[in-house]
């Protein structure tokens, strides 16, 4: 029985790889994008068990002996770049099986234009995404700053006209270039920031509390010197 389970396990494995060989991201850019934008995502739902957010997660629509002839001109598989997926358990997955995940379909992927994506690659994503029935598609490409979406309507993906301060209507985050980079910003208006960011402001911080710290001890020593009680007043 054991024996047999770990062929099933290992035929699993075969079937539907936790890996398609390519590297994360090809730059550092495309990688602190990347990174920048799961983490805002992931601070944004933090409160919320039931949203799933990854990056460079393999993606399985369906059973691979379920793939009708259609089907199978499609890539079997995508890793978006950034995938946001509503109404699923917030846990570590080694791959997002559609058909182990009440078949919801991941809602939003958003991917970064790398060198190694061409015309070819980049199209059959979005025939993936569009047949598969991502609601909101996003691709940024870094080297000439522009950014496209599509929305899904009548069953389709339909590009949106003007990117520059559009709201994803799923997630309510917005987008702006005209800082010559992707920004994104949460509905309370803060912008995405990188680690090193977040640590940046933190040090400013707590260089702040302690400079307010010292000159409040050096007035109580002033009082003191007035023959006033600082703790008094």
């Known amino acids: 029985m054991v024996q047999e389970l770990l062929s099933q396990a290992q ?10 060989g390519k590297p994360m991201a090809d730059n550092t850019v495309q990688f602190r994008l990347m990174t920048t934008i799961v983490g805002g995502f992931s601070v944004l739902f933090k409160e919320r068990q039931d949203v799933f957010v990854a990056g460079d997660l393999l993606w399985y629509p369906k059973k691979k002996e379920t ?43 958003i991917e970064i234009v790398s060198p190694s994506n061409d015309k070819g ?9 569009d047949y598969y029935g991502v609601e909101e598609y996003y691709v940024y490409d870094p080297e000439l700053n522009q950014l496209q ?3 899904r309507s009548g069953g389709k993906l339909i590009e ?15 987008f702006s270039t005209s800082e010559k980079q992707l920004q994104v910003f949460a509905p309370t208006g ?14 400013r911080a707590t260089e702040r509390a ?24």
């Not at 035929?11 to 398609?20: G, K, T, V």
């Not at 690659?121 to 995404?129: I, P, Q, S």
């Open 210 to 233: 302690e400079s307010a710290e010292s000159d409040l001890q050096q007035l109580r020593e002033k009082l003191r010197q007035l023959n006033i009680d600082p703790d008094s007043l």
């Open 67 to 109: 793939l009708t002839a259609a089907e199978k001109k499609l890539p079997s598989s995508q890793a978006p770049d950034i995938m946001v997926v509503l109404g699923v358990e917030k846990k570590d997955r080694g791959s997002y099986k559609q058909w182990e995940e009440g078949n919801i379909v991941p809602q939003v992927a």
């Open 11 to 20: 035929i699993e494995a075969r079937l539907y790889p936790e890996s398609d």
């Open 121 to 129: 690659g980049m199209e059959n994503k979005f025939r993936f995404y």
């Open 160 to 174: 949106i006209p003007q990117m520059e301060g559009w709201r994803s209507p799923l997630l309510g985050v917005s």
């Open 149 to 151: 979406g599509w929305l």
């Open 190 to 203: 803060e912008m995405f920031e990188t680690y090193e960011d977040v640590v940046r402001e933190r040090d």
